[in-house]
């Protein structure tokens, strides 16, 4: 789904679409494999539950896991989409994956509201 891009950051194309709720969201199960990929260690340990930090268009946006959206799709608040994106959605876009200390500096930056463990200290 994502190949590294740089040293902070995963590259891939997901199909992006609005949606009504306040946080973007992938699919739970993508989520947690995303997690698991990124941030586990050797022993599998990793948080499943950590948002996942994604940049699509010129916006960074925590993103959670929900079982409502579809496999593949990343879905972001309509009232928080890019102007450069509003004209291409829905459709498909390359989005960028923070890696774990990157997505752990983007939400401490942005004041991410809910659970505050940095991703990097379960890797």
């Known amino acids: ?5 740089s040293h902070g950051y995963y590259l891939g194309e ?18 947690e494999r995303v997690n698991e990929q990124l941030y586990g260690d050797e022993s599998g340990i990793a948080r499943l539950d950590n948002p996942l930090v994604m940049k699509v268009g010129t916006q960074h946006f ?12 990343l879905a972001l ?3 928080a989409v890019p102007e450069d994106l509003k004209l ?11 890696n774990a200390e990157r ?8 004041g991410w509201e809910g659970d ?8």
Do not use: C, N
């Open 62 to 73: 925590p993103v959670v896991g929900d079982d409502d959206v579809p496999t593949g799709t």
């Open 88 to 98: 291409r959605l829905p459709g498909r876009s390359e989005v960028f994956l923070a």
């Open 14 to 31: 997901m199909y992006v679409q609005p949606r009504s709720d306040d946080a973007a969201a992938i699919k739970r199960a993508d989520h």
């Open 116 to 123: 505050t463990g940095d991703p990097a200290e379960y890797a």
């Open 103 to 110: 997505a752990g500096d983007l939400l401490r930056f942005t």
């Open 1 to 5: 789904m994502f190949e590294r891009f």
């Open 77 to 79: 608040p309509e009232a």
